[in-house]
């Protein structure tokens, strides 16, 4: 058990950090959400429950990241994470979405 939490803390990669942004930036809504509730008829909560399903992807991919770390040494998978994200974001908008 004192292993997990040792690849959980102490080995951050590219996708670890870019989950705990978005699963902060969703907690922060939540916490947001209970202090100034949203006036009736308002699409807020709807944003909140979307992300909140929508968050299956980056929790998955969190996963498959832990389960990696244990395997590949922690720099090298963050390098091959910066390189598949860039190339899929470049993809993106070079092709599918031009300026």
């Known amino acids: 058990m004192k292993t997990v939490f040792y690849y959980l803390?102490?080995?951050p990669t590219f996708i670890s950090v870019i989950n705990?942004?978005?699963?902060s930036?969703?907690?922060f809504l939540i916490v947001y959400k209970l202090f100034y509730p949203p006036k009736?008829?308002?699409?807020y909560?709807?944003?909140?429950?979307?992300?909140?399903?929508?968050?299956?992807?980056?929790?998955g991919?969190?996963?498959?990241?832990?389960?990696l770390v244990i395997k590949i040494n922690n720099i090298k998978l963050?390098?091959?994470?910066?390189?598949?994200?860039?190339?899929?974001l470049l993809y993106y908008f070079m092709f599918v979405n031009p300026f």
């Open 20 to 23: 705990l942004l978005y699963f």
């Open 45 to 59: 909560n709807m944003i909140i429950e979307m992300l909140l399903i929508c968050s299956i992807v980056p929790l």
């Open 78 to 88: 963050t390098i091959i994470e910066v390189i598949v994200s860039a190339t899929i």
């Open 25 to 27: 930036y969703i907690l």
């Open 61 to 67: 991919l969190y996963i498959i990241d832990r389960l």
């Open 40 to 43: 009736i008829g308002s699409a």
């Open 9 to 11: 803390i102490r080995k």
